[in-house]
């Protein structure tokens, strides 16, 4: 995604933004926020893959678990078995919750 692009406003099982089966990258101003995931991955469900954030791409406002039956993961990313560089909890990946932990914030987490 480059420029000014943002994925919003969406809902899935897993990866409620995107999905990423391959490789992407977030550059600039992109941004991934308000989508929903009743699993993993509010914002992006990255499973065997490469998720790349730069600059000032962002992943916020995102929630998982939002049928709040305990089994989602990563408010804003869900990164199972792939490679996440360039996010940081504090710069670009911020404000993401999940549903079954009272609105605990939730931004990144890895599948076990």
Avoid at 34 to 51: C, M, P, Q, R, V
Avoid at 56 to 63: A, D, E, F, L, Y
Wanted: aromatic share 6%; net charge negative.
């Amino acid at each position: 995604m480059n420029g000014s692009s943002s994925v919003s406003g969406n809902s899935a099982s897993f990866g409620g933004g995107i999905g990423n089966g391959g490789t992407l990258t977030l550059n600039d101003s992109s941004s991934v926020s308000g989508n929903t995931a009743s699993g993993g991955g509010g914002g992006i469900f990255n499973y065997s893959a490469t998720l790349t954030l730069n600059g000032s791409s962002s992943v916020s406002g995102n929630i998982a678990d939002s049928d709040n039956d305990g089994f989602g993961t990563g408010g804003g990313i869900s990164n199972c078995f792939g490679t996440l560089t360039g996010a940081t909890n504090d710069v670009n990946v911020n404000n993401n919750y999940l549903v079954s932990s009272s609105g605990t914030e939730n931004n990144i987490a890895s599948c076990i």
